[in-house]
């Protein structure tokens, strides 16, 4: 019996070990990966979301492999705390793919992995697997930016038509002091803080596009340049400029 058990104890132990390595490093292939959290500072659920997302972004593993932006969204900001990044747009993305994705309706903390997929955005061990899988599926597309002055330049090609050229610009490293809501004497660190986001261009037939795109960026910011279907969302390539 008390071989049993330390069988049973011994096993327990080796699937913890291997759960915790799949969180801490997922095994990423060669296509970057987008993962787009919607988020709220007025939200009790969000700050292990955000902490996540905060572990994505710093991990050198990840770098330029796992993408992440976080929208910070409104209708939160009528419960006692108005989220200082929050925006109506980022809001209406995600109502966006609330509708492509056929839910009932929109939730946070929420995760979107290269457009198609969502889950609970502090659900770590499906956000891996998810980014695991999608680094490994064949690239739709190319997308490349680099920083000119206040300029950045985006270079684009897509196998067909109907895809938008995305850029957002986003900010790491805020650290905010909660005074009240649901978060209230909490000081909340966010990272990947979208603060802009602009379609540049839409590849209207099989192509290549070059566009010029006025964006100062500040000390902490960088920006992402993605590709996604007009009609299913699906983001088919991505890469990031980092700060």
Partial sequence: MKRASLLVVLLLLIGAVVVFDRQAAPRVGEQPVLVELFTSQ???????????????????????RAIPLAYHV????????????????????????????KLDGAYTPQVVINGTRQMVGSSAAQIYRAIEEESERAAEGSVSVRKEGDELVVHASAPRGGVDVVVAAFEDGASTKVESGENGGRTIANDAIVRQLRRVATIGEKGDVEQRVRLPLGPRMGAVAFLQDTKTRRVLAATVLTP
Avoid: M, T
């Fill in 42 to 64: 007025g939200c009790s659920s969000c700050p292990p979301a955000d902490e996540l997302l905060r572990k994505i972004a710093r991990d050198p593993n990840l770098q330029g």
């Fill in 74 to 101: 409104d209708y939160w900001d009528h419960l006692g705390w108005r989220d200082p990044f929050s925006s109506r747009a980022w809001s209406a993305r995600q109502g966006e793919y609330s509708r492509s994705l």
